[in-house]
Every structure is written in C-alpha cells, then in structure tokens.
C-alpha cells in the first residue's frame, strides 16, 4: 500500500465545524452515488454530530449507512448482516476501536475495517492495521479522501476475497488431480500385480491374503490407523517385483539352481524401480524393499537386523512366510496351519521379530477373511477351522 497516497493531508479544523471535518468543496461527481448501493458502512463514533455528518456525506455515495455510539452497540449490530465497511472511531469509552476490530474481524472478517484516529494517535492507527484493519484517515479528514479511503478498503477486500477464491479452487483442482492420477497409478499396479499372478499359478490371492495377516498384526499391536493404512498398501505391492522373475524359474517344482535364486532375490529391488518414480508410492519403498531381511541380519538385500528392518517389513515378514507356508506352491504341498504356526514360532528371534510373533499367533482367531479373498490351494474349511481353534 502507498501509505503517502493514502494518508490525507491534516487540515486543520473548519471554523464552522465543531467535529473538524473538512467542509466537502468541489467532490468530482464519480465519488457520488451510483456503484455504491447495497454496500452497507457502520459508522461507529461517541460523537454524535461526527457520526450524523459522515452518515449523510456517504448516503449521498450511494453507500448504506448504520450508525453505533460504541464499540458494544456496533457488536450487538453484528447479528444484523454482513457490512461491508466498518469505519471506527478509536478512542470512545467503554470497548475502544482496537478492542472493537479484533472482535470484529474474528467475527466477520470480510468486512473492510477502517478506524478513524487524531494525529496523536498514529501509533495506535498502526496497531488497528495489525489487527486487520485495512487502513485509517486522521481526523480532521477531508470527504473525498474518506470516499477514496473507502473504495480503496473495498477493493483490497475484494482482492482478498478473490485470491482466497482461488487459492481455495486451485487447492480442490490440485487435489482432483492429484487423486485421479494416484488411481490411474492404482489400477495400473492392480493390473500389474494380477498379471504376476496369472504368470505364477500358485500365488493367487498371495498379495490380497498378506495383506490381511499384516494389518491383523498391526491392529494387533495398536499402530495408527495411518500406519495401517501404508502397511496395507505396501503389503499389497510388496511381490510385485516377481513381475521380472521368469515363469519357469516361479513355477519351477525343483530346488532352484544359484542363478535362478540370483534372479528370486532381486524381486524387492525390481519392485523398487517399478514404483520409485512415482511420488505416491515412494513412503511405501522401504517396506517393500526390505520385506525379505531376517531379524538376525541373514536375509535380503540389505543384511539389515532388528530394528533396523522397518517395522511394516517385520510385520510383512511373518505374514508372508506363514502364507506361503499353508500354501501349495509348485514345489512342495501346504502346511497344515499349526504346523506353519510351530514354524513361526520356532524362528522367533532368528527370522522374525520375536515381538511380532506372539501378536500374530493371538490375533488368528479374531482375523476376518472376507469371501472374495481367494484362500491358498487345500486352505478349506477344515484349515480356516484350524487358523481359529490353534490360535495362542
Ligand atoms: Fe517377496
């Protein structure tokens, strides 16, 4: 704002004026009427005459004019509509102008407030401005400044309210977008994730079934519904790298020469590439990666230990081995469940978090395995009745 173009040139008051306002003397006719209806101003002013002058010069702008004789008598005026201007006097016994604005603008913030003050006052016109104030006249003022003054009050609200317009749009289109092109990313790994599925016959339904184990042991353990909800996403992703495993080394009956395990073990890094570039995926990156570390530092691919492995990679761990476990895999038959759950807590400490065992070996009776779930080959009743009744 330039506060030297603003500021009207202090005059000193008009002998015939016991309010000092300046007598109006040549206003150009632009400045009255016309533009200005409906715009309701509040003139608030412990002085009669100073509030009945400035009421009739606006009126004749064009502007709706209200009056109050303090600050208590403008709030109570409040619950009558939107204002678009409240021009207030500073200095009035009882709630004083500053008092009043930050009252005001924490109620009504689109109204364009304005104080009036006397040169000794300067000081405090500042603070009204801090306080929200979109500027101040020095009385004695001159008429066509305070019509300038207002205008110029109305138009940095109007900007306000367009810029907040905006930004408000822009946030919503953002956000649209940002949500459209996330779901495209979603169907597009959905279908990624099916068609290593389809490539590997006996892990149908591996991803959606780890993806149930782990956030039973994550509901188990109390996380947050947040954390939940990236471990979901993770769990669901954490395979995808087998997407560059070759069909005969996933389906392969036999044990696995070096190379082929070579080519196994490089699945989180391959799912890494895959979904690194794309900014909704990388919080998940590090689950997934590490999904394979053992907790004594013996696992893939970073040899990490302990804490050190991410917790959503702990929990997965334990998930995917007992799925994979009470599974039918080309290369040997499904474990009955209370034989993968011995299994599991066998290697408690070793290759799993020995903290995260006991939660998933308890939260099997309460676990819900929707009905679209496609359950591992031979997991039939008689197993699901098993997953319940050898729950620890
Ligand atoms: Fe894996």
Redesign the pocket.
């Known amino acids: 704002m330039d506060r030297d173009r603003d500021i009207p040139v202090k005059f000193p008051p008009h002998p015939a004026d016991t309010t000092g306002m300046i007598p109006t003397v040549g206003i150009p006719e632009a400045l009255f009427g016309g533009g200005n209806g409906g715009q309701r101003v509040l003139v608030v002013d412990d002085e009669e005459l100073l509030r009945a002058i400035v009421r009739e010069r606006l009126e004749m702008a064009g502007y709706h004019v209200e009056e109050a004789a303090s600050g208590e008598e403008a709030l109570d005026k409040l619950g009558n509509g939107r204002y678009s201007v409240l021009l207030t006097d500073l200095s009035m016994s009882g709630m004083d102008g500053i008092r009043l604005l930050g009252e005001w603008s924490r109620r009504s913030p689109e109204t364009a407030g304005i104080v009036m003050s006397a040169n000794a006052e300067l000081g405090t016109a500042v603070s009204a401005l801090k306080m929200g104030a979109c500027d101040y006249i020095t009385k004695p003022f001159n008429f066509e400044v305070l019509l300038i003054t207002i205008q110029n009050a109305l138009r940095k609200k109007e900007i306000e309210r367009q810029l907040l317009d905006y930004r408000i749009n822009l946030e919503r289109k953002v956000k649209e977008q940002t949500d459209l092109i996330n779901s495209m990313y979603v169907r597009s790994i959905d279908a990624l994730i099916k068609a290593l599925e389809a490539k590997d016959f006996y892990t149908r339904g591996h991803s959606q079934r780890v993806t149930i184990y782990s956030v039973a042991i994550a509901r188990e353990m109390g996380l947050p519904e947040e954390g939940i909800e990236m471990l979901r996403r993770a769990a669901v992703l954490?395979?995808l790298g087998k997407i560059g495993v070759r069909e005969v080394v996933l389906n392969k009956p036999g044990r696995l020469t070096e190379e082929e395990f070579g080519e196994i073990v490089r699945?989180p890094e391959t799912a890494m590439r895959i979904l690194e570039p794309i900014p909704f995926f990388q919080p998940l990156l590090p689950a997934i990666l590490h999904?394979?570390e053992r907790f004594d530092g013996r696992g893939y691919p970073a040899r990490l230990a302990g804490d050190r492995i991410p917790l959503p990679s702990r929990i997965m761990a334990v998930a995917?081995t007992f799925d994979a476990m009470t599974s039918t895999r080309a290369y040997r038959k499904a474990l009955p469940v209370y034989e993968a759950n011995a299994e599991i807590r066998r290697c408690a400490g070793t290759q799993f978090d020995p903290e995260i065992v006991p939660l998933f070996l308890a939260c099997q009776s309460r676990m819900v395995v929707p009905g679209d779930v496609c359950m591992p080959e031979g997991f039939d009743e008689e197993m699901l009745r098993q997953l319940r009744s050898h729950a620890v």
């Open positions: 954490h395979d699945h999904h394979h995917d």
